[in-house]
């Protein structure tokens, strides 16, 4: 298989697993069976702290959160196919992918509830902070490629974004930069056909997303981005290609956000209900089921015990954030600079003092 | 006289101008079809339909860009940024182009365009969701920025700062869109910009404070007057250009200022208005110009916010300061 086998620009796109969970035999990654039930139990872990975040906003629990259910899929396959030394720059819809890079599930449920310490990502795990102003982050991916590079070191680079990041001009700068210096990077389109209530023919008037590759100098793919398979194999054929010194990849999986953009937003304002039922009969974890199924590799009981042994997992990691003492008022001031300035001493005594009720 | 929140009011405006003036456009994200992330453009595009009220790409830097080239051509268009903390990508537009068009051309061209956005904390919004950067923005030579407390002033002001024939940054303080309910006249109402509004008359102390900071200036100053101190209230309404005089007029009668800002403090507006104070009033001062404001730090996530955000116990500590001195 090569990129040029399935050229966006003759509308091509790669699907290896359909959602009545029939497999392209010929496409279908060299995976053994534990690893097939493992690609659905990430799927699986990611649909179920999704929901439970959701449910902990309208609770109070939890501050606005984006849910990513019918996005698994995309973030699992390509998660999957990084190696340990591969960097991950994401947006803020990448919990699947962050949890898949073991990323402790309390760290990411303390950003979401406002604490700083969610962002506090050991570098060993070699993915970035959530960046929430859109597409910026593309830029930094490029200079982490370059600098990896430059430094001779292993690996390459995958940087996550919407639809809605291919209008922005940090993006076309990204593709820029990233064509000609041949920069060992995967930019990973997670086209989700909805940027809060733009949908994506009013986004970019382009037939695919994956046609601006050629634009920049390096392929681009469409794939079926709710079939983790042609996310694995597209991914994993960049990141070679990225490896082998070749330069970036455009890759663009179509997917669908089932839920609202954020908890904010409520998408009944915007898009029909019928609209989102006909995709939930395409969403990964559907079709992944009826695949394992087919192949002896699923049941109700299993998926019933991972379930409850995922459920408890999940409480155990909402407890540990809830008990989080949360920031203290030095915490305002103790990371702006290795060493405080003056004037942010005495700003930082000023609010102790206040709040002391000192004169 | 009708009982309106601010975003409603913001919505009358919008829709006063629209239909008064057929050169008014607005562009944004999500500001059609949705109404807008806060509901200020509601029923707008029904109304006006799709070529008045424009959902757009995804692009800050592209939405101000493009309104500028419609203002070129003499149109009015009314941008809208979703928040402030996306408005740096629009800055190079801002910076660059639409504050030195007028200067540079001779006067050949102009841009009467307004760029909406709130802004501000208090919220527990997620990050970059709570800025408040007026002080980065009246530093830019070329435009007005114009920040209203009240529902009244939001639709007078919002209406001349269409009108207005320089670019104009609204910006509108989210943590009371719907907090405050004021009266509103009926008709037109316009509020000229440029011209500070009296909140509280008082004798002690002049307080200095715009946006949000004007509730919590008010809460602080019935605290005060239990205790004996007549706190006065000017919000100036515009931040740029600044309503000199009524600051000072103010501050030569009460000999005492206190400047309560969001934003950070060094190089903020309180900055500023001390340096005023310090030419115009400085025989008058009783005590040395006190500023109550955000701190030189990043603007924390909602579970610290409030040890940043300027509120009552700092205020009167600060008044207490100043009177004490």
């Known amino acids: 298989m090569q990129f040029s086998d399935f050229d966006p620009l003759k509308g091509k796109c790669l699907q290896v697993l359909a959602p009545d969970g029939e497999v392209d035999p010929k496409l279908l990654p060299d995976f053994d069976d534990d690893t097939l039930r493992t690609v659905f139990r990430h799927m699986l872990a990611a649909r179920l702290v999704d929901r439970h975040c959701m449910a902990l906003q309208r609770e109070g629990r939890l501050g606005t959160y984006p849910p990513l259910e019918g996005q698994e899929a995309c973030q699992v396959g390509s998660a999957l196919a990084l190696a340990e030394t591969d960097w991950i720059v994401p947006s803020f819809r990448e919990l699947a992918a962050t949890l898949v890079r073991g990323v402790p599930l309390e760290t990411i449920l303390l950003y979401w509830m406002g604490n700083e310490e969610g962002s506090r990502i050991p570098r060993r795990f070699r993915l970035l902070p959530v960046s929430i102003p859109v597409g910026t982050h593309t830029l930094h991916a490029v200079g982490i490629a370059m600098a990896l590079r430059y430094r001779q070191e292993e690996g390459a680079v995958v940087c996550y974004f919407g639809d809605g990041a291919t209008s922005e001009g940090d993006f076309h700068e990204a593709m820029t930069f990233a064509g000609v210096r041949r920069a060992p990077v995967v930019f990973f389109c997670q086209n989700n056909a909805w940027a809060i209530s733009v949908p994506r023919n009013i986004q970019c008037a382009a037939e695919s997303l994956a046609v601006k590759g050629v634009g920049y100098g390096m392929p681009g793919i469409q794939i079926d981005g709710n079939d983790p398979f042609a996310v694995f194999l597209a991914t994993r054929m960049a990141l070679e290609r990225a490896r082998a010194g070749s330069g970036p990849t455009f890759i663009e999986a179509v997917t669908y956000r089932l839920g609202p953009h954020t908890t904010s937003d409520d998408p009944s304002r915007y898009r029909e209900d019928a609209e989102v039922e006909k995709m939930r009969a395409l969403e990964p974890l559907v079709r992944y089921r009826c695949f394992l199924e087919k192949r002896g590799l699923w049941s109700q009981a299993w998926e019933d015990d991972l379930v409850r042994e995922l459920e408890g997992w999940i409480e155990e990691a909402v407890r540990q954030a809830e008990v989080h003492p949360g920031p203290g008022p030095q915490d305002v001031f103790d990371h702006m600079f290795a060493e405080l300035p003056p004037h942010l001493a005495r700003q930082r005594a000023e609010l102790l003092a206040a709040l002391a009720g000192e004169g | ?325």
């Open chain 2, 1 to 325: 006289m009708a009982q309106l929140n601010l975003v409603d009011a913001i919505n009358r405006a919008l829709r006063e101008e629209l239909e008064a003036d057929p050169s008014v456009l607005l562009l944004g994200e999500d500001v059609g079809k949705e109404g807008g992330v806060f509901r200020v453009t509601e029923g707008l595009q029904q109304a006006f339909g799709e070529e008045r009220v424009i959902d757009t790409p995804l692009a800050e830097s592209g939405i101000v860009g493009v309104a500028f080239g419609m203002a070129l051509l003499g149109l009015r268009p009314v941008a809208e940024l979703q928040f402030m903390g996306f408005l740096p990508p629009a800055l190079d537009q801002i910076i660059s182009h639409i504050g030195r068009i007028r200067n540079r051309s001779r006067g050949e061209y102009t841009a009467p365009m307004v760029i909406r956005m709130p802004y501000g904390g208090g919220i527990h919004a997620p990050e970059h969701h709570s800025e408040s950067n007026e002080a980065i923005l009246a530093h830019i030579p070329g435009i007005k920025v114009v920040i209203p407390s009240t529902p009244a002033d939001a639709l007078g002001l919002l209406k001349c700062a269409i009108r207005d024939p320089d670019p104009v940054l609204f910006l509108e303080p989210k943590r009371i869109y719907r907090a405050v309910k004021g009266e509103v006249p009926d008709g037109e109402h316009l509020v000229p910009l440029g011209r500070a509004r009296l909140v509280r008359p008082g004798r002690d102390v002049t307080l200095v404070a715009w946006g949000a900071m004007v509730r919590e200036a008010e809460k602080a100053a019935e605290e005060l007057a239990g205790e004996g101190v007549e706190a006065e209230i000017i919000d100036p309404r515009t931040v740029s250009p600044l309503d000199v005089e009524a600051i000072i007029a103010s501050v030569k009668k009460t000999g005492r200022c206190v400047v309560v800002h969001e934003a950070p403090r060094t190089c903020g507006l309180g900055a500023e208005i001390s340096a005023l104070l310090m030419e115009e009033a400085l025989l008058q001062l009783r005590a040395p110009v006190v500023r109550v404001t955000g701190f030189d730090t990043v603007m924390p996530l909602p579970k610290g916010e409030h040890f940043y955000l300027p509120d009552v116990l700092r205020i009167v500590r600060a008044v207490q300061k100043t009177m004490s001195f």
